[in-house]
C-alpha cells in the first residue's frame, strides 16, 4: 500500500483503542446471559431441576433428625419394640428411595440442557464476532493491532463463554442449595442461622477486596495475551526476514519477555483466586464449631426446644449448604476473569460499523458518464493523506494513478471501492454522490485487484468463481483465458479442481495474481480497480495482462495504480500526486514532454533499471 504507515508505536496504541471502551462486569454477564435468548425454555428447565436436585439432596440430610428422635434414640433407650419400628422407618426408606431415583435423573438432564444453551451462546458469539470484523470499516484494521483483534475474538470468547456455562451448570445449582439449605436451617433453628448468618459480613469483606485485584489483573493479562498474539503473527509474517538477517535469537528473547510479562499477571490472577479460596476455609471451622457448640448447650439447657436430632441434622444441612458455597468461592476468580475477557469481547461487538445507506439512498444502475472527485481530501485520524483532489474520470476511461511512496495512491482508489468515505468533498458516479448510492449496489459494480493477491483454500474454479457465483464454468474459464491463467491451471493435475491452498500458498506469487484477475474480469464490474496488480508478475506474463487490459479497454472503467510506470505508459491518462495532491494529469507523452514530476519518476526507475 502507498498510505503511509504510522509508526509503530502509534499503530499499536491505536490498535488497543480502536475497539469500543469496556463495559462493567456485571454488564458484560447479563448482555453474554442474554445471548440465551430463544432458549428460555431449557434455561427455566435448568432451575426447575436444580431445585429438583437440592431439594433430593437436603431432603434425604433432613432425615437426620426423626431418624434419631424417633428411631435411634427411643429405641436405644428401650422405648421402641420391633413391631414399633418399622412403621418410623419406611416412610424414611421410601423417601430415600424415591430422592434416589429422582436425582440422578434431574442431574442427567439440567447438565445436558445447560450444556445445549451454553453452546448456543458460543454459537451465537461467534457469529457476532464474524458479522462484526466483515461489517466493521476498513480503517479499523489499519488503526487496529491484529494480534489484539485475535485475542479478543478467540481466547477471550472461548473464556467468556466458560463463564456461561459455570453460571447454568454450577452457579444456578450452588445458588438453589444455598438458598434451600438456609430455609431448612431456618426451619430447623431460627437463632442457630442466625448464627451462621454472622460470618457473612466478614466473608463479604474479605472477598470484596480481592475481586477487584483479580478483575484488574485478569484485565491486563488478557491484554498481554494480545501483545503475544501480535508478537506470533509478526514471527509468522516475517520469517523470512528473520532467517535471513539471523534474528532468531533476538525475536526467541522478546517473545520470553512477553511470556513472562503474562506469566507474572497470570500469577497475580491465581494469587489473589488463591487468596479468596483460603478466606472461606477460615471463617468455615469457626461457624461450625460455634453451631454445633450452642446447639449442644441448648439442647442440655433445652432452650428453643432443640433436640439432638435438630442439632445434627442443622449441622448436616450447613455441612452440605458449605459445599456449593464454596464452589461459588472457588468460582469467583474464574467469574471475574470471564468477565473481564468477556468486557473486552464485548469491547469489540460495540464497534462502530459501516455508516449506513441513507434513508433515501438509491441501487446504482451502472456507469454511463463519469467518475467525478469534487474537492476530495481524507485523513486517517488527523494524519492527512489526500487533499483538494479535483479529477473527472469518463465511462470506460483507463486512468493510471503513480506517484512516489506516501502520496496517497491507495487510498485514492479506496475511496472510489468506497472502503473510506472522503473527509471532505465528494464522489459522484453520474452526478449522484456515492454516499447517495446504495453501498451494496455500487459495490456489485465495482471489482478489485490487489498486491496481496488474496485466494480461499478452495479450488481455483471457485476461487475464480468468487467474482460471480452464479457464473458458468465456461465463463469462468473464459476469465482465466483473459487473465492469462487458463494454460497454467490447466497444466496442473487437477485442473481447475487445484485447491489453493491456505492463502493460495500453493501457487507462485504470479499464479495467485492472474487468479485473482480472472476473479475481478468475470465479475462483469462497471469499475475495476487494479491496485499494484502487476507487481508480482514476469514480464511475458505482466504482457498478457496488458493485453487482457486493452481488450477491456471502453468496456470498462478501469484504474490502475503502478510503481512501475512501464505497464501504465497506455493508460487514457495517468494522474500524478505528489503530497496528497495531482502534480500532473496527461498521456504518457504529454506528461514526458512537459518534464515535470512524471519524467523525474521514469527517469529514476529507467536509471534503476540500467
Not at 495504480?561 to 500526486?577: F, G, K, P, W, Y
Given at each position: 500500500?502507498?498510505?503511509?504507515?504510522?509508526?509503530?508505536?502509534a499503530?499499536?496504541?491505536?490498535?488497543?483503542t480502536?475497539?469500543?471502551?469496556?463495559?462493567?462486569?456485571?454488564?458484560?454477564?447479563?448482555?453474554?446471559?442474554?445471548l440465551s435468548?430463544g432458549?428460555?425454555?431449557?434455561?427455566?428447565?435448568?432451575?426447575?431441576?436444580?431445585a429438583?436436585?437440592a431439594?433430593?439432596?437436603?431432603?434425604?440430610?433432613?432425615?437426620?433428625?426423626?431418624?434419631?428422635?424417633?428411631?435411634?434414640l427411643?429405641?436405644?433407650?428401650?422405648?421402641?419394640?420391633?413391631?414399633?419400628?418399622?412403621?418410623?422407618?419406611?416412610?424414611?426408606?421410601?423417601?430415600v428411595?424415591a430422592?434416589?431415583v429422582?436425582?440422578p435423573?434431574?442431574v442427567?438432564?439440567?447438565?445436558?440442557?445447560?450444556?445445549?444453551?451454553?453452546?448456543?451462546?458460543?454459537?451465537?458469539v461467534?457469529?457476532?464476532?464474524?458479522?462484526?470484523?466483515?461489517?466493521?470499516?476498513l480503517?479499523?484494521?489499519?488503526?487496529g493491532?491484529?494480534?489484539?483483534?485475535?485475542?479478543?475474538?478467540?481466547a477471550?470468547?472461548?473464556?467468556?463463554?466458560?463463564?456461561?456455562?459455570?453460571?447454568?451448570?454450577?452457579?444456578?445449582l450452588?445458588?438453589?442449595?444455598?438458598?434451600?439449605?438456609?430455609?431448612?436451617?431456618?426451619?430447623?433453628?431460627?437463632p442457630?442461622?442466625?448464627?451462621?448468618l454472622?460470618?457473612?459480613p466478614?466473608?463479604?469483606?474479605?472477598?470484596?477486596?480481592?475481586?477487584?485485584?483479580?478483575?484488574?489483573?485478569?484485565?491486563?493479562?488478557?491484554?498481554?495475551q494480545g501483545?503475544?498474539?501480535?508478537?506470533?503473527?509478526?514471527?509468522?509474517?516475517?520469517?523470512?526476514?528473520?532467517k535471513?538477517?539471523r534474528?532468531?535469537?533476538?525475536?526467541?528473547?522478546?517473545?520470553?519477555?512477553?511470556?513472562?510479562?503474562?506469566?507474572?499477571?497470570?500469577?497475580?490472577?491465581?494469587?489473589?483466586?488463591?487468596?479468596?479460596?483460603?478466606?472461606?476455609?477460615?471463617?468455615?471451622?469457626?461457624?461450625?464449631?460455634?453451631?454445633?457448640?450452642?446447639?449442644?448447650?441448648?439442647?442440655?439447657?433445652?432452650i428453643?426446644?432443640?433436640?439432638?436430632?435438630?442439632?445434627m441434622a442443622?449441622?448436616?444441612?450447613?455441612?452440605?449448604?458449605?459445599?456449593?458455597?464454596?464452589?461459588?468461592i472457588?468460582?469467583?476468580?474464574?467469574?471475574?476473569?470471564?468477565?473481564?475477557?468477556?468486557?473486552?469481547?464485548?469491547?469489540?461487538?460495540?464497534?462502530d460499523?459501516?455508516?449506513p445507506?441513507?434513508?433515501?439512498?438509491r441501487?446504482?444502475?451502472?456507469?454511463n458518464?463519469h467518475?467525478?472527485?469534487?474537492?476530495?481530501?481524507?485523513?486517517?485520524?488527523?494524519?492527512?493523506?489526500?487533499?483538494?483532489?479535483?479529477l473527472?474520470?469518463?465511462?470506460?476511461?483507463?486512468?493510471?494513478?503513480?506517484?512516489?511512496?506516501?502520496?496517497?495512491?491507495s487510498t485514492?482508489?479506496?475511496?472510489?471501492?468506497?472502503?473510506?468515505?472522503?473527509?471532505?468533498?465528494?464522489?459522484?458516479?453520474?452526478g449522484?454522490?456515492?454516499?447517495?448510492?446504495?453501498?451494496?449496489?455500487?459495490?456489485d459494480?465495482?471489482?478489485?485487484v490487489?498486491?496481496?493477491s488474496?485466494?480461499?483454500?478452495?479450488?481455483?474454479?471457485e476461487?475464480?468463481?468468487?467474482?460471480?457465483?452464479?457464473a458458468?464454468?465456461?465463463?469462468v474459464?473464459?476469465a482465466?483465458e483473459?487473465?492469462?491463467?487458463?494454460?497454467?491451471?490447466?497444466?496442473?493435475?487437477?485442473?481447475?479442481?487445484?485447491?489453493?491452498g491456505?492463502?493460495?500458498?500453493?501457487?507462485s506469487?504470479?499464479?495467485?495474481?492472474?487468479?485473482?484477475?480472472?476473479?475481478?474480469?468475470?465479475?462483469?464490474?462497471?469499475?475495476?480497480?487494479?491496485?499494484?496488480?502487476?507487481s508480482?508478475?514476469?514480464a511475458?506474463?505482466?504482457?498478457?495482462?496488458?493485453?487482457?487490459i486493452?481488450?477491456?479497454?471502453?468496456?470498462?472503467?478501469?484504474f490502475?495504480?503502478?510503481?512501475r510506470l512501464?505497464?501504465?505508459?497506455?493508460?487514457?491518462?495517468i494522474?500524478?500526486?505528489?503530497?496528497?495532491?495531482?502534480?500532473?494529469?496527461?498521456?504518457?507523452?504529454t506528461?514526458?514532454?512537459?518534464?515535470?514530476?512524471?519524467?523525474?519518476?521514469?527517469?529514476?526507475?529507467?536509471?534503476?533499471a540500467?
Amino acid at each position: 500500500m502507498s498510505t503511509p504507515n504510522p509508526d509503530p508505536e502509534a499503530r499499536s496504541s491505536a490498535g488497543r483503542t480502536a475497539p469500543a471502551p469496556l463495559v462493567s462486569a456485571s454488564g458484560a454477564l447479563r448482555r453474554l446471559l442474554a445471548l440465551s435468548k430463544g432458549d428460555e425454555g431449557r434455561v427455566v428447565l435448568v432451575v426447575v431441576l436444580g431445585a429438583v436436585v437440592a431439594g433430593a439432596a437436603f431432603v434425604r440430610v433432613s432425615l437426620i433428625q426423626p431418624l434419631l428422635d424417633d428411631v435411634v434414640l427411643p429405641k436405644t433407650a428401650g422405648d421402641l419394640d420391633m413391631d414399633e419400628l418399622w412403621p418410623l422407618v419406611r416412610p424414611i426408606a421410601w423417601i430415600v428411595g424415591a430422592t434416589l431415583v429422582v436425582s440422578p435423573l434431574a442431574v442427567l438432564g439440567r447438565s445436558y440442557l445447560a450444556e445445549w444453551v451454553a453452546g448456543r451462546v458460543r454459537q451465537r458469539v461467534d457469529i457476532a464476532i464474524a458479522r462484526k470484523l466483515l461489517h466493521v470499516p476498513l480503517r479499523t484494521f489499519r488503526e487496529g493491532s491484529s494480534g489484539d483483534f485475535l485475542s479478543r475474538s478467540m481466547a477471550d470468547a472461548q473464556i467468556a463463554c466458560q463463564m456461561v456455562v459455570l453460571f447454568y451448570k454450577d452457579v444456578i445449582l450452588h445458588t438453589e442449595m444455598i438458598v434451600i439449605g438456609v430455609g431448612m436451617m431456618l426451619w430447623i433453628s431460627v437463632p442457630l442461622t442466625l448464627v451462621v448468618l454472622l460470618g457473612v459480613p466478614p466473608f463479604y469483606l474479605l472477598v470484596s477486596t480481592f475481586m477487584g485485584r483479580i478483575l484488574d489483573v485478569s484485565t491486563r493479562r488478557q491484554e498481554t495475551q494480545g501483545q503475544l498474539s501480535d508478537r506470533l503473527i509478526a514471527i509468522l509474517s516475517g520469517i523470512k526476514v528473520i532467517k535471513a538477517f539471523r534474528g532468531e535469537d533476538a525475536e526467541t528473547a522478546a517473545y520470553d519477555h512477553e511470556t513472562d510479562k503474562y506469566f507474572r499477571r497470570h500469577m497475580k490472577v491465581i494469587k489473589n483466586g488463591a487468596l479468596v479460596k483460603a478466606s472461606g476455609e477460615a471463617i468455615w471451622p469457626l461457624l461450625f464449631a460455634g453451631v454445633i457448640g450452642i446447639g449442644g448447650w441448648a439442647v442440655v439447657h433445652e432452650i428453643d426446644g432443640l433436640t439432638i436430632g435438630d442439632v445434627m441434622a442443622f449441622g448436616a444441612i450447613l455441612g452440605l449448604a458449605y459445599k456449593p458455597l464454596k464452589s461459588l468461592i472457588q468460582s469467583v476468580p474464574r467469574l471475574l476473569e470471564a468477565a473481564s475477557s468477556a468486557a473486552r469481547l464485548f469491547a469489540v461487538l460495540d464497534m462502530d460499523e459501516e455508516v449506513p445507506d441513507r434513508p433515501d439512498a438509491r441501487p446504482m444502475t451502472g456507469l454511463n458518464e463519469h467518475i467525478r472527485f469534487r474537492d476530495v481530501a481524507f485523513d486517517y485520524g488527523g494524519a492527512p493523506v489526500l487533499d483538494g483532489i479535483d479529477l473527472e474520470v469518463r465511462a470506460g476511461e483507463v486512468v493510471a494513478i503513480v506517484g512516489r511512496t506516501g502520496t496517497g495512491k491507495s487510498t485514492l482508489v479506496d475511496l472510489v471501492l468506497r472502503f473510506h468515505d472522503p473527509t471532505r468533498g465528494s464522489i459522484e458516479i453520474d452526478g449522484v454522490d456515492l454516499r447517495d448510492l446504495q453501498r451494496a449496489s455500487f459495490l456489485d459494480h465495482v471489482a478489485l485487484v490487489t498486491q496481496e493477491s488474496f485466494l480461499f483454500d478452495e479450488s481455483l474454479m471457485e476461487n475464480i468463481r468468487y467474482g460471480r457465483p452464479d457464473a458458468t464454468d465456461e465463463e469462468v474459464r473464459a476469465a482465466a483465458e483473459a487473465a492469462s491463467a487458463h494454460a497454467f491451471i490447466e497444466g496442473l493435475p487437477e485442473g481447475y479442481d487445484t485447491m489453493a491452498g491456505e492463502f493460495g500458498l500453493r501457487l507462485s506469487g504470479g499464479q495467485r495474481q492472474r487468479v485473482t484477475i480472472a476473479r475481478a474480469i468475470l465479475a462483469e464490474a462497471s469499475i475495476l480497480v487494479f491496485d499494484e496488480a502487476t507487481s508480482a508478475l514476469d514480464a511475458q506474463t505482466e504482457r498478457a495482462v496488458q493485453e487482457a487490459i486493452d481488450r477491456l479497454r471502453g468496456e470498462r472503467t478501469i484504474f490502475i495504480v503502478a510503481h512501475r510506470l512501464s505497464t501504465i505508459q497506455h493508460a487514457d491518462r495517468i494522474v500524478v500526486l505528489e503530497d496528497g495532491r495531482i502534480a500532473e494529469s496527461g498521456d504518457h507523452a504529454t506528461l514526458l514532454a512537459r518534464g515535470g514530476v512524471y519524467t523525474e519518476l521514469i527517469g529514476a526507475q529507467t536509471a534503476i533499471a540500467s
